[in-house]
């Protein structure tokens, strides 16, 4: 691998002598490194000074895992070049816009096992679902249904899909909606996820499509899960 740092900038505000010391220095530096393994490529920028590069690693193996399997089961016509970029100016967990994915560092400090946000991040560069495509639920639940299916270690972040109780409901979106569609996916029909995925990318989702996929209307099946949750 190769590291390059990118703007390097210092400020010295007299002639530096032989003991000046760097710390006096003030600079930003960021760390990238691009990587290409079986025909996708992942452009790694950390802007923190402090990431733990151990953690830094396994997001990036996760990212060489998963998204292959992503890509294979639901859409091969995917992004080949995605970003990575550790930012400590963004203050949520992590973002996907197109095919870039922010992380912050803060939140692996205090969770460093939590790697499988990026199966949940990757997923959505794979969904590429137009604007107007269907429900925001549903894009976060195929999001937290695949973290299911092919997290590399949601053991070790203590992520797990939430008993069901009778106060949720499928727009609660995330991992109550993604524990839905595993239960349609037993129940019903086995590819549901990967047939609802298609027709939010290809603008054709409308409320028809379950019962075209289960022969059941949305709420006759909430209906039925709730009745018989498990999974
Ligand atoms: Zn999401």
Known sequence: MVYSIQGLKRTVGML????????????????????????????????SSDFDTAVGRRL??????V???????????????VGFVIDPAYDGVAATSGDVIVFNPAWFRSHPGDIDVVTHEAMHVVQAYP????PGWITEGIADYVRYVFGVDNAGAKWALPAFNPKQHYTNSYRITARFFVWVEKSKNKDFVKKLDAAMRGKKYTPAIWKKLTGSTLEELWNEYAANPAI
């Not at 990036?60 to 895992?65: D, M, Q, S, T």
């Open 60 to 65: 990036i193996e996760a990212f060489f895992k």
């Open 131 to 134: 604007n107007g495509s269907g």
């Open 67 to 81: 998204y292959p399997q992503e890509a294979a089961r639901y859409n091969r016509k995917t992004a080949k070049k």
């Open 16 to 47: 530096c002598l032989s003991f000046c010391t760097l710390p006096a220095l003030t600079y930003a530096q960021q760390q990238q490194e691009t990587i290409t393994r079986n025909g996708y490529t992942l452009e790694y920028t950390n802007k």
